[in-house]
Each structure stands twice: as C-alpha cells, then as structure tokens.
C-alpha cells in the first residue's frame, strides 16, 4: 500500500507530443506537489495544490497544467515537449500549514528524444 | 545565488565513520528544516525535521540548526553501507508548504 503512487515510472518519448504523469496518495493529506528534479538531482518545486486548489504555481512555461481531480489526485499534464523536459518528475503530498512534512512518490522518469 | 547551497561531494567514507553533512541558506525567514535521503532511481523520504534552532537525534543520526549562521547539519555516527545514497537537505517558512532543497550530497559508505 503505497502512500504517494505515480504512474508511469519511465516515459520516453518525442519532441513536440503531449504526455500526463499520475499522482495518487492515500495519506489523507490536503496538499499535493509536483516537483521537477534536474540532471544534477536538484529539485525544486512546480507546483503546488491545497484541497483542489492551485497556491503555488513557480516559473513553469504554460505548456505544464496541473489538475487535481480531489484532493487524492494530482496530475501534470505537459504539451508539446521539449528536450530540456527531460528529467524526473516527482509528486509529493503533505498536511498543509504546520501539519506534515512532504511525503515523496518514486518519480517518473521522462525522457525527451 | 539559490536560497539554499549544498556540497555536492561525493564523499566516501569507511564503514563505522562519523558522517557530516551540512548546508548553508540565505533566507532568515526558513523555520523548518529537513534532511531527506534518497536511493538511486527512488523518491527521497524525510529522515529528521527540526523547528528553528537547536538539535534533534534519532538513533544513529543527529541534525543541528543554527540560525544565527544559517547553518544546519546532519551527522551520523557509525555510519553503514546501507547508509550510502544521496543527503538532501531543504527548509521552508512558516506557512508555507513548499520546500526549498539543497542540491545534495552523495554519500558511499565503503565496507
């Protein structure tokens, strides 16, 4: 029973397509994150959603659109890839405000050729 | 500048070595600190929180914040193969739920 699931793990695929990762948690958090994580592993964070709601929304091009369906789900949807997209997405939950810290999923690996 | 620097490393250290990592940050308003771990081609997963300054310990790890050099660092005593993987640190402000990370640390604990 995995607490933060995404789907798929590995994506490769061609500039220009559209691809969506999956988020599921089953912790019961109110707050859900996507977070990019480059080549020399850094990671910083994407997006951030709060009971369905968009509160944090960085400098990501237009082409990123997250949706949360509930507050279980949270997905990322990315039009007409590009090289720099490669890299390892990973969603991420936790309690909002003084609650929880971040709980992680196992990333989703992406691979634009 | 990013609000938060790491040593990238790698550091490699015999198997029972005393392990220190640290990170430096710029940001006064950080209030929660974190050290995450993560394993090759896994998520990383929290392993000690702190609020403000001071020291927590759990088992064979300690971290340590200093707010008045914005400093903070993790040790971990008798240090394990299995200890081997890559040391993220990253803190955030009151209020806020996002986090900001160090770059990380790679870390080999040679048997």
Not at chain 1, 44 to 58: G, P, V
Not at chain 2, 67 to 94: E, G
Request: hydrophobic residues 30%.
């Amino acid at each position: 029973d995995t607490a933060v699931s995404q789907t798929p793990k590995y994506l490769v695929t061609q500039m220009g397509n559209d691809k969506s990762i999956k988020c599921e948690q089953n912790l019961g958090h109110d707050t859900m994150y996507w977070y990019k994580q480059d080549s020399k592993k850094f990671l910083k964070i994407m997006f951030s959603y709060n009971n369905k709601e968009l509160i944090i929304n960085e400098t990501v091009p237009n082409r990123f659109s997250p949706k949360s369906p509930d507050k279980a789900h949270l997905n990322l949807h990315i039009n007409s890839l590009e090289l720099g997209d490669s890299a390892v997405y990973f969603c991420a939950s936790s309690q909002g405000g003084s609650g929880t810290e971040a709980f992680f999923g196992q990333g989703t690996r992406l691979t634009v050729v | 500048q990013k609000e938060v620097e790491q040593d990238p490393g790698p550091l490699s250290v015999p198997e029972g070595a005393i392990v220190s990592l640290n990170c430096t940050y710029s940001n006064s308003a950080f209030q929660y600190f974190m050290w995450y771990r993560q394993y090759s081609r896994k998520g990383p997963e929290l392993l000690m929180y702190t609020y403000s300054s001071g020291n927590k310990e759990d088992g064979r790890f300690t971290a340590q914040v200093d707010k008045s050099s914005k400093y903070i660092s993790l040790f971990i005593r008798d240090s394990q193969p299995s200890d081997s993987a890559t040391y993220l640190c990253a803190m955030r402000v009151t209020g806020a739920n996002n986090l900001f990370f160090g770059t990380g640390t790679r870390l080999t604990v040679i048997p």
